[in-house]
């Protein structure tokens, strides 16, 4: 069994930051790609960045220069540090891990999301 835990969203206003983390706990033999999506209101979910697990990354181009990912292997913990935060950066983030459990298999895990409300 594999839980992700996220945390970190909430209201913020234009030009604030947040930093949201994602924390994979079980039966965790390694993890290969971590990514953060996003989904907002009435909008397909969409790729925001993604890291692999040898530390390249990937940005969309609409964050590319405001938001950094990163991960730590060792708690199992992958971050997204957003700033400049804009109005339509508002949705729900979730997290995706592309995790090799102990028994040998890969599967990928969702976080349960948290919201990001960017408003004045």
């Known amino acids: 069994q594999v839980q992700l835990v996220e945390s970190g969203g909430g209201l913020v206003q234009p030009g604030g930051s947040l930093r949201l983390s994602c924390t994979a706990s079980g039966t965790i033999f390694s993890i290969n790609v971590m990514g953060w999506y996003r989904q907002a209101p009435g909008k397909q979910r969409e790729l925001v960045a993604a890291?692999?697990?040898?530390?390249?990354?990937n940005y969309a181009d609409s964050v590319k220069g405001r938001f950094t990912i990163s991960r730590d292997n060792a708690q199992n913990t992958v971050y997204l540090q957003m700033n400049s935060l804009k109005p339509e950066d508002t949705g729900v983030y979730y997290c995706?891990?592309?995790?090799?459990?102990?028994?040998?298999?890969?599967?990928?895990?969702w976080g349960q999301g948290t919201q990001v409300t960017v408003s004045s």
């Open positions: 890291i692999t697990a040898g530390g390249s990354t």
């Open positions: 995706k891990l592309n995790i090799q459990t102990t028994r040998g298999f890969e599967y990928q895990y």
